[in-house]
């Protein structure tokens, strides 16, 4: 739909990076917004890419194929992160031995993008489900900064997936929008802290966007039309359009931004 300008902003990017951010690790890589990542990234300079995913080996040996013909050598590692901390950990220690194996050193990029809706009204409630979108959602992505924090090399950049809801209040994802409002919160408490290795922590919101995680209502007959009415920019979001904010946030263009949230919802109830 909209192939030309994000793969133009692509190319801008890639002439001005990555001298610095040579090996980058998406969660969620396998699908959706992380693959989109996972490939601008490659195409932005990134050397080592490691796609993280937690059951689609088939779609994330996909993206493996599309990092590799970017020029990168993209990597696979599996983790179940509605283990929470316990998933991060294991994360973690499988991307170092990654790292040391290919001779690079550290993280420049670190990408939290792996996350479930659990879509659940108030009345709707369970505690599983709660529990496991906090975990997937918010306590996966602090624990793994955590266990990376000395791996993440200085000028580096952390980027965290938020949601437009953290914004847009979303009576039909309460526990989605306290686990995103969280992570908004959280990355920016760390902020301060890896800001004294010239590290910056940014999060981006986007809305409503062309992946799995809508499959099950996006087409609907009307929804794709109600999406795009509530955007001012009047359309559906589309996987690259988020992938190249992050590719600038994990740009040395963006070295002045830290302990952000940009907004990627086209303008969703302005
Ligand atoms: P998606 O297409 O459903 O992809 C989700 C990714 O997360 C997959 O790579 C999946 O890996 C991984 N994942 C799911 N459960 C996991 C678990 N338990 N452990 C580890 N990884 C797990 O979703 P998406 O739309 O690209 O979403 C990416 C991020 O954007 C999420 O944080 C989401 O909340 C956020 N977001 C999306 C939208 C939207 O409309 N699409 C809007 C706002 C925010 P496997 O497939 O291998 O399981």
Redesign the pocket.
């Known amino acids: 739909m909209n192939a030309t300008i994000p793969h133009t902003c692509n190319v801008t990017i890639a002439t001005e990076v990555d001298v610095h951010h040579r090996t980058a690790l998406i ?8 693959a989109a990542v996972a490939v601008a990234l490659a195409q932005g300079g990134a050397t080592l890419v490691g796609i993280h ?4 080996s088939t ?2 040996e996909a993206v493996v194929e599309r990092v590799n013909e970017a020029g990168a050598s993209g990597v696979l590692i599996r ?4 283990e929470g901390a316990a ?1 991060a950990a294991h994360l973690a220690t499988r991307w170092r031995d990654e790292v040391r194996r290919h001779d690079a050193r550290g993280t420049d990029v670190l990408v939290s ?5 659990g879509a659940q009204s108030l009345s709707e409630l369970d505690e599983g489900t709660v529990a496991r979108v906090v975990n ?2 918010l306590v996966a992505p602090l624990m793994l900064v955590h266990h990376l924090s000395d791996h993440i090399n200085d000028h580096g950049r952390v980027i965290g ?1 938020s ?2 809801f953290a914004r847009i209040a979303a009576p039909t994802h309460v526990a989605y929008t306290a686990s995103k409002a969280g992570l908004e919160a959280a990355f920016r408490a760390i902020a301060a802290e890896l800001a004294e290795r010239d590290i910056t922590v940014n999060t981006v919101r ?4 062309d ?4 499959a099950d209502w996006i087409n609907e007959p009307g929804a794709r039309d109600a999406v795009a009415a509530a955007a001012a920019l009047r359309r559906v979001g589309q ?1 690259d359009d988020v992938a190249d904010i992050v590719a600038f946030l994990a740009s040395h263009s963006s070295r002045w931004m830290t302990g952000q949230s940009l907004d990627a919802t086209g303008g969703t109830q302005l």
């Open positions: 969660t969620g890589g396998s699908r959706g917004i992380g995913y937690a059951r689609d779609a994330a983790a179940d992160l509605a998933g993008n792996a996350g479930i809706n997937v959602n997936i949601s437009g986007p809305g409503v966007i992946t799995d995680i809508n996987p």
